[in-house]
């Protein structure tokens, strides 16, 4: 079956930077696109950012110019690069994938940023 694994995350100060990753395991025949999402304590989970597999991405305004994401398509594996954290960035994250045409979640990843 399809799995998604995602790792790093972790604390870090303000200002400070961390990457995350996620990996896909199983049988995978095509794939879509690929996002990452994240919910902080009482809010809702929200789009972060995103990426086609031709290489087009997208990001949230809150966090353009300091996320960046990207994908490793042999080895089926998406980033996401987090420079100039702010508290506010302080969530749980999670990577989507579309593959074989149903969308997965990772486990999510704790990142949190202290003043």
């Known amino acids: 079956q399809v799995q998604l694994v995602e790792s790093g995350g972790g604390l870090m100060q303000s200002g400070g930077s961390l990457g995350l990753s996620c990996k896909a395991s199983?049988?995978?025949?095509?794939?879509?696109?690929t996002c990452w999402y994240r919910q902080a304590p009482g809010k809702q989970r929200e789009l972060v950012a995103s990426?086609?597999?031709?290489?087009?991405?997208n990001y949230a305004d809150s966090v353009k110019g300091r996320f960046t994401i990207s994908r490793d398509g042999a080895k089926i594996t998406v980033y996401l690069q987090m420079n100039s954290l702010k508290p506010e960035d302080t969530a749980v994250y999670y990577c989507n994938m579309i593959l074989n045409g149903q969308a997965y979640w990772g486990q999510g990843t704790q990142v949190t940023v202290s003043s």
């Open positions: 990426t086609t597999p031709l290489g087009s991405t």
């Open positions: 199983g049988p995978i025949f095509n794939r879509g696109a």
